[in-house]
């Protein structure tokens, strides 16, 4: 078995960057792995809980990510999450070049835990999953891919960044929560 937290501890090709202190978020009972861009220094790091700030409150981004559970009868608490980068990336420019670094460790991750559908939220999250460069997000996201990682077929949604930076947060995810993630979600039952 590979011990991930020392591949990510180990691992330098970003640089010498802060780093993850886990493997992985493992949250919840659903089969569903939300995957995020990079760890936010405020964020789960500290509070150990995926969209929550040290004081236990929801972050901007996990009450809209809530909502958009909601709509398929699930919350925060039943699904799992982690980043495609696995260090505190400080300057947006590097978020590609990083998250294909990742690549091989966050295919273990996704190795060890039985995750059936994988949302990946925003441009670099699919593009890692994915494999191939996206120019406009709005063409893959909504659209359902089946993926082989480590043996196993996966089916990937990509998703519109949950933060309320971006206009879609909640009304681009919407009709794909209410379409193809329900359905999804029905099958898996």
Same mark, same amino acid.
Not at 7 to 33: A, F, H, P, Q, V
Not at 48 to 68: C, I, P
Not at 105 to 119: A, C, E, H, P, S
């Given at each position: ?6 591949m ?33 220094? &405020?964020?789960?790091?500290?509070? %150990?809980?995926a969209?929550?700030? $040290?004081?236990?409150? !929801?972050?901007?981004? =996990? /009450?809209?990510l ?24 400080? &300057?947006?420019?590097?978020?590609? %070049?990083?998250?294909?670094?990742? $690549?091989?460790?966050? !295919?273990?991750?996704? =190795? /060890? ?10 441009v670099?999250?699919?593009?890692t ?22 043996g ?13 930076a ?24």
């Amino acid at each position: 078995m590979v011990d991930i937290e020392t591949m990510i501890k180990k691992c330098n090709k970003c640089g010498n960057l802060e780093k993850l202190t886990c493997d992985t978020m493992k949250i919840g009972k659903s089969r569903i792995l939300v995957l995020g861009e990079s760890p936010a220094k &405020d964020g789960w790091i500290v509070s %150990k809980r995926a969209f929550y700030n $040290k004081d236990g409150k !929801f972050q901007a981004t =996990g /009450k809209v990510l809530e909502r958009l559970l909601n709509l398929v009868d699930l919350s925060i608490d039943d699904i799992n999450f982690t980043e495609v980068c696995k260090c505190i990336i400080e &300057d947006r420019k590097t978020l590609r %070049k990083c998250s294909e670094n990742c $690549k091989e460790i966050l !295919f273990k991750q996704i =190795g /060890k835990f039985n995750f059936d559908i994988i949302l990946p939220m925003g441009v670099y999250p699919s593009e890692t999953i994915l494999g191939f460069k996206i120019d406009k997000l709005k063409d893959v996201v909504g659209k359902k891919y089946e993926i082989d990682i480590e043996g196993s077929t996966k089916i990937v949604i990509p998703i519109y960044h949950t933060s309320p930076a971006s206009p879609l947060c909640f009304k681009g995810n919407e009709p794909i929560f209410n379409g193809v993630i329900k359905e999804e979600l029905v099958k898996e039952r």
